[in-house]
């Protein structure tokens, strides 16, 4: 196989891999916030094995194609503004120094999971949620992103091991 059929192949495999696993979070309710992680973990290999650019490219195939095929909206925002993304931008962020780290990682999360929860609660479903259930769930939005950060070079190297990347 050449180099970009060998690309459209492996992305369009780990792009299909991450819409589905967005649509089973829609299907059974449960995957709000686990669906979009796990999503954006399904693309790492892309770019490990053929760039940042396929990378990119897989994400916002699965963005598009998951805002037409799931039900979800609060999952698809949250995989569209941040979750999907994210494991792109964290490369660079690392090379920050550490205080700076995590300053720029926690305003990244806050402005893009803000605009997330806003186009939610305005657009989708504007009385769903008072101003306390609004604040424990950014709370535990910041310790989430603090562990999936925490896991993603972890899981990253697991599944680099596994499919001999």
């Known amino acids: 196989m050449t180099r970009p059929s060998r690309g459209i192949a492996l992305g369009g495999v780990f792009t299909a891999l991450s819409v589905v696993i967005l649509w089973l979070g829609a299907v059974s309710g449960l995957g709000t916030y686990a669906s979009p992680m796990l999503s954006g973990i399904a693309l790492i290999p892309v770019g490990r094995a053929l760039g940042r650019k396929y990378h990119v490219l897989c994400f916002i195939a699965s963005g598009a194609l998951c805002m037409l095929l799931s039900a979800d909206w609060e999952m698809n925002l949250l995989f569209v503004f941040l979750l999907g993304w994210y494991p792109i931008v964290r490369p660079k962020l690392q090379t920050l ?8 990682k926690a305003a990244l999360f806050n402005v893009c999971a803000a605009a997330a929860e806003a186009l939610t609660l305005l657009v989708i479903a504007p009385e769903a949620v008072g101003f306390w259930m609004a604040a424990a769930l950014w709370l535990l939005g910041n310790v989430t992103l603090i562990l999936y950060d925490f896991a993603l070079p972890i899981v990253s190297a697991l599944l680099f091991k596994r499919l001999r990347l």
């Open 97 to 104: 120094r550490k205080p700076m780290r995590i300053l720029a």
